[in-house]
């Protein structure tokens, strides 16, 4: 791909990012509305619960706009940087989505997905939406970062492959790397479903008797056991990663059976469920580092799962990587394959 065709991606990120750093610009000169700290709706989840909007918004002002100057910066075709300035373009990249990650997005993201597919929306509130924002510049602005890298690299800007290859993305090597990562993907979210299906079921696993019966007066473990079967049945789809079925429709598809399943059906919904599982357990890390879920009684079950996502999200986007280099096929634009 011409880097004509990709420099949009990096002006998409400018303007994003420039856009919300503008509105951080206002929230630190007064106005209303600031979603962070000690302003969420839900200060317990945040990393900032005690950082009122006087303290914690300049700075944020300044992480986004300095962010969009990065952005700008990824613009050109690369052949203008020097190779350590390209490199530390990339580094302010991954310190940006780093911090997003794990300071200004939870495990809402993941929760309001959930509850979506289920045609619950009220938990969606303001800060969420913000979150959401967050999360979307820093995704365009990695994505300018990987496409500057492509550039500067003579790979192909459509593909990212270029003369002599990488042999970890053969698809033989995929396949190989890829199984066990998508086997990984399957196994650690019925760690988490395996308590929930025991609360619905009456056993308090790794909770408290009290908890149990508090849990059990407001309903709270039927919802459980709802977004553990979700789990469960995303496991299984995780399997459509290594298995024919998720290459070719079966047979008991009516109307679609026998044909290719695009590539895209399979990738982007697991791609933003690795991304947002990953912030949802990076935030119960956070939460258990700062002592957040200290509590005499031992209710273990209600937390510890959850820190093990990051291993679901990091491996379910292993899988997808995986899945997507084994059937990309040879490249329209610059014929390798």
Known sequence: ??????????????????????????????????????DDANPEYSAFEHVGRDRLAPWLAAGFLSASVVAALLA????????VAA?????????????VVCTLTDFRLLGNLAYALMFR????????????FAVVGVALLVGAAVAHHRRRTDACGRCGRRSGGAGWATPEAAARWGRRAAYTAIV?????????????????????????EEGQEDN??????LLATMGALGSL?????????????????????????????????????????????????????????????GDWGASV?????????????LATLAYYLRRRGACRRCGRG
Not at 12 to 28: D, E, V
Not at 87 to 99: D, E, K, P, S
Not at 121 to 132: R, T
Request: proline fraction near 6%; hydrophobic fraction near 50%; charged fraction near 10%.
């Open 1 to 38: 791909m011409t880097s004509k065709t990709r420099v949009p991606l990096a002006y998409a990120a400018c303007a994003a990012l420039f856009l919300y750093g503008a509105a951080q610009t206002y929230w630190s000169l007064g106005g209303a509305g600031f979603p962070f700290g000690a």
């Open 76 to 83: 050109p075709t690369g052949r203008g940087l020097s190779r």
């Open 87 to 99: 490199r530390a373009l990339y580094g302010a990249t991954a310190l940006y989505a780093t911090a």
């Open 121 to 132: 929306f009220g938990a969606i509130n303001w800060s969420v939406l913000n979150q959401l």
């Open 188 to 212: 650690v979210p019925l760690f988490y479903a395996a308590t929930r299906w025991a609360w619905l079921f009456g056993w308090p696993l790794g909770i408290s008797d009290e908890l149990w």
């Open 220 to 225: 709270l473990w039927f919802y459980g056991g």
């Open 237 to 297: 789809l995780t399997l459509g990663l290594v298995q024919r079925w998720g290459e070719t429709f079966p047979r008991w598809m009516v109307g679609l059976r026998g044909r290719r399943v695009p590539v895209t059906l399979a990738t982007i919904p697991a791609s933003v469920v690795a991304v947002l599982t990953t912030i949802a357990g990076v935030m119960y890390i956070r939460l258990h580092l700062t002592g957040a879920f200290d509590n005499p009684r």
């Open 305 to 317: 799962p959850e820190t093990i996502w990051p291993v679901w999200g990091v491996a379910l986007g």
